[in-house]
């Protein structure tokens, strides 16, 4: 599994440095070929929110992207009128979705981890673990600070998102931050870990008014129910009002909102490289590429063999993209 550094960031992948472990070998598979697709492309940049093909084409959380990115540069997010694709040097553009052309180009000068765009503010992190807003109108940054070094991040860094007028920002050092837009200079700070490394924050994602967050050693849920839970996490996942968490050691938890625990499946020695959940249906990819579909309260299931993963997995929508193929996650049930 390819290690996507060009952005200078030391990452660590959920699949590297697995050589030692021992893997899942399920006693029964099955076909899954009604359900696949073939996708051209290989993969150049891998983020959280999308993936960038060497063709310059993307796919992002919703589907294949609108446009095709100028060389050199990889997606990294996007809103209703704006993509935004960043370069190795720190430059980051809004590309119109209307125009296919760059509107405008902020230079950063150290390369861009993470960013998010609502109205004419971006939000951004930098690999040297600075956050900030930036006005697009004014052309200013409204705000900008330095958090804590940090000298290994997992790969899977996760871009903020706007709740109203607030922008929830995650680091690389395992706190997210909770800024004002329109009076960023009273931030509020929220530790989810403290651990020295392997520490940035890998899950974002807002559940009604309850803000959902994990690094690759713990969860917390944070608004109108709290709740933290400590493990080897792999991926998240929401759905129908439940929190999945798919851990490192092979098992899939159902928690309830302030994170009590409401059912668990163990698949022994498994090492999810990607996970969802949708349609009263919990999937999670085995890297030796077994894929399980289960019933959303876990007692059911099902396992398709549908092939190691060798380039990259990613989600998008209900498909996974995976090296060549595309699955079409729908067509697969656990009974």
């Not at 696949?36 to 093909?53: A, E, P």
């Amino acid at each position: 599994m390819k290690k996507y550094t060009w952005l200078g960031v030391v990452a660590i992948l959920i699949l590297s440095g697995c050589s030692s472990k021992k893997y899942f070998e399920p006693k029964q598979t099955y076909k899954a070929s009604t359900a696949i697709s073939g996708h051209k492309g290989k993969s150049q940049y891998l983020t959280r929110d999308g993936v960038t093909f060497n063709n310059q084409t993307y796919i992002s959380k919703k589907g294949s992207g609108s446009l095709i990115l100028d060389k050199g540069y990889a997606y990294i997010g996007e809103n209703g009128s704006y993509v935004l694709a960043t370069k190795i040097d720190g430059k980051l553009s809004l590309i119109s979705k209307k125009s296919k052309k760059i509107s405008k180009t902020i230079e950063f000068h150290v390369p861009v981890v993470s960013a998010a765009i609502k109205g004419n503010k971006i939000v951004y992190l930098l690999q040297d673990n600075t956050f900030g807003i930036y006005n697009t109108s004014s052309n200013e940054k409204t705000i900008e600070s330095k958090s804590d070094d940090t000298s290994a991040v997992d790969a899977r860094i996760a871009n903020p998102v706007f709740v109203d007028n607030l922008a929830v920002i995650p680091t690389l050092d395992g706190k997210i931050l909770i800024v004002d837009v329109n009076n960023p200079e009273n931030a509020k700070v929220i530790y989810i870990s403290s651990k020295a490394n392997l520490n940035n924050v890998i899950y974002l994602s807002r559940m009604g008014n309850l803000l959902v967050a994990a690094t690759p050693n713990r969860i917390m849920t944070i608004g109108s129910a709290e709740g933290e839970f400590d493990d080897g996490i792999s991926e998240v996942a929401i759905s129908n009002g439940s929190i999945y968490l798919f851990t490192k050691a092979g098992e899939i938890i159902r928690f309830s909102k302030d994170l009590k625990v409401l059912a668990r499946a163990k698949f022994k020695f498994a090492h999810f490289s990607v996970a969802t959940a949708f349609g009263g249906r919990v999937y999670a990819m085995d890297q030796k590429g077994s894929l399980i579909v289960l019933s959303a309260d876990l007692k059911k299931h099902r396992i398709y063999d549908v092939g190691e993963v060798k380039d990259f997995a990613f989600i998008s929508g209900h498909k996974i993209y995976k090296d060549n193929k595309v699955i079409a996650l729908s067509k697969l049930s656990h009974e």
